[in-house]
């Protein structure tokens, strides 16, 4: 069956400009995860949904960054003002309901590139 | 404060001969541990997890881990690797009073030579 799917699979753009990354996590998983992913580092949380309860936002790194997940599905992750250091592989993942227990499956990342 | 540690940037090791990757963790509470394989150009896939029960965990492509409380560690290991194996592998751990949260180690480059 199909996977966790992401777009745009690279995005360049300049500083100071705004950016939205795309998930489309599998369809019946109902938590979803954002991490990023910087070079020679692990991932890093960022923010996990789960059903229509709310966000757990506790790893996003500043107020640039945001996201939602319309009707429990389809997740789009902003990045407002982009910084040099905002760099890095951004990575979505799915899993079923108990995700502290079940794995997750990622997607393949998008790659941003702030000049 | 509540971590996971790879200690090896890279490990090689010859095509048939066995291999370990090491994880160490610090969680509060009971840990739920997991290891992730990263194949270039591909995405994240599940490996193993570790929840309860039996400290020896055996996970896809001949992959097992053993979780070892008293040390705080969960390594990766295989009886013979192959070269196929290479790759870059991550350990993570749930967080202990947020239960939606992991943290993931920075990875180790598994290089296997034929």
């Known amino acids: 069956g199909a996977g966790v799917s992401q777009s745009p699979s690279n995005k360049v753009t300049e500083k100071g400009k705004d950016v939205e990354l795309r998930c489309d996590p599998i369809?019946?998983?109902?938590?979803l995860y954002w991490y990023r992913q910087s070079l020679g580092q692990g991932l890093e949380f960022l923010i996990y949904?789960?059903?229509?309860?709310?966000?757990?936002k506790s790893g996003l790194p500043s107020d640039r960054f945001s996201a939602e997940r319309t009707g429990g599905s389809v997740s789009t992750l902003t990045i407002q003002r982009t910084q040099q250091e905002d760099s890095a592989v951004y990575l979505c993942?799915?899993?079923?309901?108990?995700?502290?227990?079940?794995?997750?499956?990622f997607g393949p990342g998008t790659r941003l590139t702030v000049l | 404060a509540q971590s996971v540690a790879q200690p090896e940037d890279q490990v090689n090791v010859a095509e048939g001969n066995p291999l370990t990757v090491k994880c160490t963790y610090s969680?509060?509470?009971?840990?739920?541990l997991f290891w992730y394989v990263q194949y270039p150009n591909r995405g994240l896939q599940f490996l193993l997890k570790?929840?309860?029960?039996?400290?020896l965990v055996k996970g896809s492509y001949g992959f097992e881990a053993e979780f070892n409380k008293s040390q705080t560690s969960f390594h990766l290991k295989k009886p013979s690797a192959l070269v196929s194996d290479s790759a870059l592998y991550f350990c993570?751990?749930?967080?202990?009073?947020?239960?939606?949260?992991?943290?993931f180690g920075s990875g180790t480059k598994l290089n296997v030579k034929p």
């Open positions: 993942a799915s899993s079923r309901r108990l995700a502290g227990v079940n794995e997750q499956f």
């Open positions: 369809s019946g998983h109902t938590a």
């Open positions: 949904f789960q059903g229509n309860s709310a966000p757990d």
């Open positions: 969680v509060s509470g009971n840990p739920y």
């Open positions: 570790y929840i309860t029960g039996d400290n």
């Open positions: 993570a751990v749930r967080d202990g009073n947020n239960f939606n949260k992991f943290y």
